[in-house]
Every structure is written in C-alpha cells, then in structure tokens.
C-alpha cells in the first residue's frame, strides 16, 4: 500500500510556487472577512510510553504549519484547537469572531482517528444552511482518505474535502475557492460549486465526495498525488503558528482570544521544527520515503537558525526537537544547518546562547559524519535518537551491527551529544538469549552499558502506507479481533501487539512491557544519584552570556557552577523518575490488552482495510489512493 509516486520531473513544484500561492491568496482573501478553526484530533487513551510527557508539552508542527499558511494567506482570524488541552471541544458549540467559522479543519494521525471521525460528525450537527466548509487532513488523510467519507444512511456524516498532502495542496484549494466565490457566499456554497463545476480537478493531492440527495457520499474522487515542496525556505513562518493556539481548558468552545506569547512556554517548552525530511533508506516496514516520493529535502542553515531564534525571542522556548528522518543523511546540508547554528550558538548572545535541540538519525550516517560531531555539538545538539532497531540486522540491515552501534554511543558521548536508541521488537527476536545479543533485553543492557539514559521500544506492527502493509493482511499476520474485541485505530501505536506470526502472541506484548521495566525501575533511580550517565563532556558548561557573568559576583559564579553540576548528576534520576510514572500509565493500557492475548481467542484479518465508496481518478481511471484490495 505504498503511495505511488508522480512521473519522474513532475514530483517537485516550481521554485516560488509557494510565494506565489500565498501572494495570489492575500489578494483574493482582502476584504473577505474569512474565519477558520483547525482543530488537532488527540485520542488521551493513546497516553504512554516512549511519549507520555512530550505527547503534551509540544504543540504539534503540522496544524501549526496549517495555521502558519493561512496567516500569511491573509486568513489570520484563525484559531488553532488542540485536543491535548482541550479534550472537551465541541465543533458544534464553536464560534470565533461571534458567529460560526466559515471553513472547519480537522488533523489527525491514524491512531487519533477515532477522535478526528467524532470531530467530524458533530460539526455535521450543524445545520447544513450555516454549516462551515469541513476538511479533513493530516497522516491520516495521506494514506486513507476515504475515511472521513461515510456511504452509511444512518450516519452520513462526511467531510466535504480530504487533502492528502501538505499545506501547498490546502492553499491551492483556497485559491480555487476564493476565486469562484460571489459576494457574501459562504465558503462551503463556493465549495459545492467548484466540485461540481471540476473545478477542483486540476488540484493534485484532494479527494472529495460525490453524494446522494440524502447527503451519503457516492462516489469518491481522487485527484493525485501531490506535487512536493522542493525548497523548504519558502514554508511559512512558523511563529505566526504559535499565536493562534487555543488557551488549555475545559470549554466546549474556543476563547476570545488566543493564547498570549508569554504563555506558550508554558504549555509547550518543546518546540518541533522542520529541519530536513526524507531518508535514503528503503525499509519495508517504513511509509516514509514512498510519501516523499524518494525526494529529501532540506531547509537551509540560514532559516533555521532565523526560526529558532525568533521562536525562542518571542516566547521564550529554549528546546527544540527537528522532525527529521534521517538528519545526517546529505553531509552538505547537515554542515549548513550546523555551521549557521553553532556561528549563533557560541555568539553568547541571548536567546541562541541558550538553545538546545535533538534530531533523530542512523548509526550509518553517524559514523559517516563523525569527524564534524564537535561542529554538530557546538550547534546546541543535545541528543540525538538513533534508528537501531535491530542491532544485529536481524529485521533490517541499516548499516548497524554490535561494533558499529557501540563505536557511534561512544562518538557521540565523547562530543557530549546523547544518544537515544530506538529499538523495534519482531517476533524471532527473544526476550533475553544465553551467550548472545539477539534478545531484547541483551541489546538493551548493551546500550545502557554504552550509555544510553532513554530508549524506546516499539512492537513492528503492519504499518499504513509502508510496502509490508497489504501482505500483513493477507497473510493471516494482522489480527482483526482479540477476545472478542476489535482492533482500534488508537491500537496501532506501536506498544500494543497487533500483528504476529508468534505462536503465543502474548509473549511479545509481556516482552515490551519487561523491556521498559528492565530500563526505568527505582534500582536504576538509586543507581543514577551514584553514577550517572548524563555527566557527558560539556553537558554543565557555562551559557549565560559574557556580559551577564561579568557583571556576577564570585560568589554567585561560583553557585552557578554548583548549581549547573548539580543539574548534570541528577538529570538521569529525574529522567528515571519520570519514565517510570510514564511506565505506570503504560502498564495500566496494556495490562488488559496482555490479557486479552493470553487468554484469545485471535481472530486474524483476511484482507486489509478498504474503501466501502467507489473511487476514480478526476478522468475515470483508477485511483492513486485507493489500496489494491478494493
């Protein structure tokens, strides 16, 4: 269920495209008086570990990046809602600016699906009359967008548009829109209107609804895959994201005003930032480089340094986390962005002098780019989470093995960057091997002794969009059912055991369960007060800027530095304490679900999830979204 990629030349829009939209969109939207609302599907019962902590102190970079497009759009009567802090949003109380928004979004990720379906079909409470133009978007939307699309009489409640691609696709269906759009028209009408007149069939990466007197959708158009952004300096501005995020509380509606700059820190001290994104890498289990359309892409050194200053000047956000694949993947990209960061990092000057940043990365690249990791720290790189997986290549060979995974734990630390492995369980893999290192928790221990203080472990799951999916199901792997309860979207998150050729299926939930015990437990608390692994080379020196310590007494330096080795020597005990409250709340979701496996039965799925609607391309032909099952 791979995504197809466009013709070879034609994956890329033009250069300043996306300057281009935006300019056309300022013009067209002046005067129109426009409001909008996005709202970020959040399913709380997903709540555990590796995320449990960042799932809510990091405002998510997609629905920004949305919100970010529209302001420059010309759309700034925006709000951004998210279900992390406003678990109790109803889209069918909701007004912005005293009436109802004119155009309602919805992001979710598959495993928030059910929340974004139950987002969906209250704002189609609404009366259709005054009923705001509803699109569906983000991961979920890439992959399979015929869900926000109900054939069901019962419930017809459907989406009127699902963009399946980034925020270029959405903008171009705003263009369209504004420009059929009479005077005083509501953007739902102009929508209707477009549809029907194929106005919207030129736009690649939509999929909307043909549909029937009762409002049921009939038939599904798809009009392609999208066109990518090539230059990823041209995407907005990401701050003007953060002054649309909707206050944490308990309404049903959205505030009068959105939340005030000197707030945001705290509700989001972590702040996610687009650095580069594709990766070189064809793992069968992994969607990521089909939806890039094998493309990497990379903003420059220059932007990225203007964005994380800007964001840390305005709201005073000091950590950032790079939504990357594979960071070190191009050698002269990687440089640009270090070089432009470690140039204003080691300025001393405020708020750069403070930044610190992780990014995500494989053993192989790292090796590669190891001479630069001094440049790469002095950029404000502070941890680093590496693709390990399997360290002996048992499920996938990324250039890792037993040598080379511990020579890349002792680079990285010998340049004070942390490294921070993500492991993915498979069925041959044991749960601890005599006299070898193919058992989970050998490989864990091995990477504990080579210092690593934070892992996660993930369970491999047939993955929507990745080569491996279909033939998941159709092999009998996938499981439909487990004790009589049916698989969820919020399931597939990698912790709950979903899918296994293993005999006794249980075993692997218990083995992710043991795996985290085994790494966040109170014996390794005590242990981390004695000899903890976060004291790394210069991970306590000094950052206050020259003029601030010059103007400091003796003494006060001196309690500084106190202060600042304090903080290295307990670090790795609060990581401890925190991962096993995480681990807490983990053991209380799958305990049951272990259960379930044990005591079966399993009932394994047939066939993968498929579109119940007929799906055409804009010419009749097939769709490109459309799974081969169907």
């Not at 998210?82 to 990720?109: A, H, K």
Request: with cysteine; proline share 6%; net charge positive.
């Amino acid at each position: 269920m791979e995504l197809p990629s466009r013709e070879r030349g034609d994956e890329l829009l033009k250069a300043g495209e996306m300057r281009r939209i935006l300019s056309s969109l300022r013009r067209l939207s002046k005067g129109q008086d426009i409001t909008s609302v996005v709202a970020c599907a959040f399913d709380h019962r997903t709540r555990m570990l590796p995320f449990i902590w960042a799932d809510l102190r990091m405002a998510p970079a997609g629905v920004r990046a949305v919100g970010s497009a529209l302001v420059e759009a010309g759309l700034d009567k925006t709000r951004i809602v998210l279900q992390q802090w406003n678990r109790y949003f109803r889209p069918s109380q909701m007004t912005l600016e005293g009436r109802c928004p004119d155009i309602f979004m919805v992001s979710s990720m598959s495993i928030h699906w059910a929340e974004g379906r139950r987002l969906i079909e209250d704002v189609c409470r609404i009366d259709p009359a005054r009923r705001p133009l509803v699109i569906a978007g983000g991961p979920k939307m890439h992959y399979e967008p015929w869900a926000a699309f109900s054939a069901d009489p019962t419930n017809p409640a459907s989406a009127d548009v699902a963009v399946t691609g980034e925020e270029y696709v959405l903008l171009n269906l705003l263009e369209v829109l504004l420009t059929v759009r009479g005077t005083n028209e509501s953007m739902r009408s102009a929508f209707l209107r477009a549809r029907d007149s194929g106005a919207l069939d030129e736009i690649p990466g939509l999929v909307y609804a043909r549909t029937s007197a009762r409002g049921t959708a009939e038939q599904l158009v798809d009009t392609g895959i999208q066109r990518l952004l090539g230059d990823l300096d041209e995407l907005p501005d990401p701050v003007h994201g953060y002054r649309l995020l909707e206050p944490p509380g308990r309404g049903t509606t959205p505030a009068c005003k959105a939340l005030d700059d000197a707030q945001v820190r705290r509700y989001s001290p972590l702040s996610s930032v687009v650095l580069t994104m594709g990766c070189r890498f064809h793992c069968s289990y992994c969607p990521i480089p089909a939806y890039n359309q094998r493309q990497y892409r990379s903003k420059s050194g220059q932007r990225i340094a203007d964005e994380m200053e800007r964001i840390a000047g305005y709201f005073g956000i000091r950590y950032f986390f790079g939504t990357d694949d594979d960071f070190f993947c191009e050698t002269e990209n990687t440089l640009d962005i270090a070089e432009h960061l470690a140039r204003r990092v080691c300025s001393r000057r405020r708020p750069m002098c403070k930044i610190r940043w992780g990014t995500e990365a494989t053993i192989h690249s790292t090796l590669r780019i190891a001479e630069h990791l001094p440049l790469i720290r002095r950029s404000g790189l502070m941890a680093l989470w590496l693709g390990v997986e399997d360290i002996t290549g048992a499920l996938v060979s990324k250039g890792q093995n037993d040598d080379r995974t511990l020579k890349a734990f002792a680079l990285l630390r010998a340049n004070g960057i942390f490294p921070v492995p993500m492991l993915m369980h498979h069925d041959a893999q044991p749960l601890y091997s005599f006299g070898r290192r193919d058992g989970l928790l050998n490989q864990l221990g091995l990477l504990r002794r080579a210092g690593a203080v934070y892992m996660q472990t993930l369970t491999l799951i047939p993955a929507v969009g990745s080569g491996v999916y279909e033939a998941a199901y159709r092999t009998g792997t996938a499981f439909e059912k487990v004790a009589g309860v049916p698989i969820q979207p919020r399931m597939a998150d990698g912790m709950h055991v979903i899918a296994s050729n293993h005999p006794r299926p249980w075993m692997r939930q218990f083995n992710i369960l043991m795996a985290y015990t085994y790494f966040y437990n109170p014996v390794r608390l005590l242990v981390a007060l004695v000899w903890p692994g976060t004291k790394i080379p210069l991970v306590d020196a000094e950052t206050a800027p020259d003029y601030e310590l010059s103007a400091m007494s003796r003494s006060r330096r001196l309690r500084r530095r106190l202060a600042r080795k304090a903080a290295a020597q307990i670090s790795e005990a609060v990581v401890q304490a925190l991962a096993m409250w995480g681990l807490y709340h983990t053991y209380r979701r799958l305990f049951g679900w272990l259960c379930r496996l044990f005591t079966g039965p399993i009932q394994r799925a047939t066939s993968a999830p498929t579109c119940d609607i007929p799906m055409r391309d804009s010419a009749g032909g097939p769709a490109a979204h459309l799974p081969p099952s169907t």
